[in-house]
């Protein structure tokens, strides 16, 4: 334990080194610097967040959102006072300054937050809203309205959010897919230009079956990228027009960027 | 009526005029394309997966292999996801040195694309004059970073380098010297009689189209839609300064020419105002050396040359991001290629792909 906070220490004290101390002159130099703090850190980050008193873990609650229907908005007011009871060693040095007014923030109510309110009333109308599982806003994304929901209902909201009045989301501004270990997320975000609004989409999809609804026909957009969806995540979307692997050769097996992937050698 | 038949042709991968590794699948019946389908991928690096392994520093110079004629915006679309996702505040001279950075980097990438693009359509002197002047650009970014193309410029939490001694009076004196060579190029290139004969027409769509292929930069406001992240989803310290968002009429191949002229002009007008402004200071923030990032996502777009170049971070609270996917402009405007060349004069294919300005290197990632 002694040792770990140690290491703590060294890196406090690093932070407030002059910032062109950071990375070297050339590309190999730094990769190579990079990697040893790789392994000098990864241990003891991993143990910090397990008790649940690092700065950088209390932050995250503070930061992610302020959660609307799930009712945990007090659990986020009140966690970071109690996270921050156990007291740090006093470091020699400051941490940095751009950490601090973060922790005020979740205090006063995001500007977007009347407008998501809004929104999601409007929303728990609508046929099959019991899959509408989360709706916060992202501080961090400057303010990004996000709805959490479950993939069966993805092809009947992203029909809404393109047609309905209120909505007119026609833009999509980005396509992107996580693999959470857990379950697979099809991240969409979409904007709107009669609103100007912006919103985020994260639709949940199971990581043994992979099935998504394709909206290829709603988005034109839509159709390469859940191409690349399928290829690099391996989440089928049903109904897509043209589903054939982008990136990969056709023969390629698995899908790489799962969390799991092993490359396949034919040879082994 | 003379009988055709239908015949596949294979154009690339290593076609000159795809600028890369595009391989595109044609359907002609006589001159007349049916059908096109674009074959990509043969440049894909893995980035987004290479990236899992890699630091947030790491990653840097990873980005500049992506659209590696503009790599200054793909340092600064990283390194911002990032910032935002940190809550860190940048010095103002590192937001200056970027802002800089990043548009004379788009009047370079500008001068590329008019040089290849009208080397596609068969003018060889263009190519020269644009080659020439973006050689003083990549001139200015070696004494900056050491480097012509791959700058590995940009950190989070500001900038590697500062601009050495005298650096800001050759920016300027080039800034001065490129407002007036733009009328040597409009000379040369606007009133060329084959050229207007060549675009003046073709590659046209409609707003809703533009919309719904998710189009950006040039090729979405070529249809008349005023739409610049530097405005509309304000970074950086754009907001400080005073520029225009040129917009097309017809929406044509000559359209997006006049237009991507015109956004020379504007990068060269904001790189002066901000060099009335800059003063000296320090060009890094107070980062920690290790950086762990927040849990938690973020999605942060910037204005690249090409469009709305994006970068989509989740973390996981340690010093590698858990998912980084970058949202490539090239590569949502190249979708509606096949949609453009349906019904078209093989002898446009070349003018049309060329207006849509794709980079392989972003299409592929």
Redesign the interface.
Known sequence: MSDQEKKQER?LI??????????E?T?KN??SN?EQ??Q???AP?QEV?GDGSEP??K??DT??SVKTLSGQAEEAVTKPQAASVPPRKPAATPR????K??EDKPLEPSRKQPWLDKFVVKLKDLEGSEHLEDAFI?R???D?PTLVIKGEWWRFLALHLRNHSDCQF??????????YETHLEV?V?LFS?PH?ERL?VRIKVDRTEAKADSVADI???A??NER?AYD?MGITFEGHPDLR?????DQWVGH??RKDYVPYDEGV | MLRTEEMLLNMGPQHPSTHGVLRLVIKIDGEIIREVDPVVGYLHRGTEKLAEDLTYTQIIPYTDRLDYVSAMTNNYAVVHATELLMGLEIPERADYLRMITMELNRVASHLVWVGTFLLDLGAMSPFLYCFKDRETILNLFNELCGARLTYNYMRVGGVKWDAPDGWLQKVEEFVRYMQKELNTYHDLISGNDIFLQRTRGIGVYTKEQALSYALSGSNLRVTGIPWDLRQHQSYSLYHQFQFEIPVGEIGDVLDKYHLRMQEIAESLKIVKQVLDVIKEGPIMGKVPKVLRVPEGEVYAGVESPRGELGCHIVSNGKNKPWRLKFRRPSFYNLQILPVLLKGENISNLVAILGGIDIILGEVDG
């Open positions: 890196e690093t932070e407030t080194k002059p910032a062109n101390a950071m990375g002159g590309v730094e990769s990079g703090g790789v000098k850190s990864d980050s967040t950088v873990s932050e995250q930061q992610m940095p300054v751009a950490k007014p973060v992202n961090a994304n400057l990004l026609h833009y999509v501004q980005n396509f992107s897919s996580v693999d991240v975000h230009f100007k985020g988005w034109d957009a159709n390469w690349e690099l692997r982008i990136m990969l050769t790489p960027l």
